[in-house]
């Protein structure tokens, strides 16, 4: 796979040896649920590995911008398309913002790695934190 020099330059200015994943297998972050399960793991336990994270938002930036495939800053490659709107879904998209409810994730930090305008976002997440267009 060709990194472009952008991608490669942004990957080393992340902190590795900070990351709560420092010693994980990384295949874990690019695992299915399913596959995840029959590790004893779950896509749950990713991702809060991942928002409990110091360098989470820089992680998180880097999977938003270069990255197709894989679970980076907490963000699956699934959601990470349906919060940029590539693969709009109403629903898939109300369960995502479910799950980082859940998770403690303020939906406003959601866009702030995307570089979008979440004109397209169900507008009652959006009321819920007094965020206006």
């Given at each position: 796979m060709k990194v472009s020099t952008q991608a490669s330059s942004m990957s080393k200015t992340l902190d590795y040896e900070k990351a709560n994943c420092?010693?994980?297998?990384?295949?874990?972050?690019?695992?299915?649920?399913?596959?995840?399960?029959?590790?004893?793991?779950?896509l749950k336990v990713i991702r809060r590995i991942c928002f409990d994270c110091p360098i989470q938002p820089a992680c998180a930036e880097y999977g938003f911008k270069y990255e197709k495939y894989g679970t980076f800053g907490?963000?699956?490659?699934?959601?990470r398309a349906l919060i940029t709107g590539k693969q709009w879904n109403s629903r898939e998209l109300r369960r995502m913002f479910e799950q980082l409810a859940n998770l403690g994730v303020r939906l406003?930090?959601?866009?702030?790695y995307a570089a979008i305008k979440p004109t397209h976002i169900v507008p009652a997440y959006w009321k819920k934190e007094g965020v206006h267009e």
């Open positions: 420092l010693g994980l297998n990384t295949d874990y972050f690019y695992m299915t649920e399913s596959d995840l399960q029959s590790e004893g793991l779950s907490g963000y699956t490659d699934q959601e406003s930090t959601v866009f702030e």
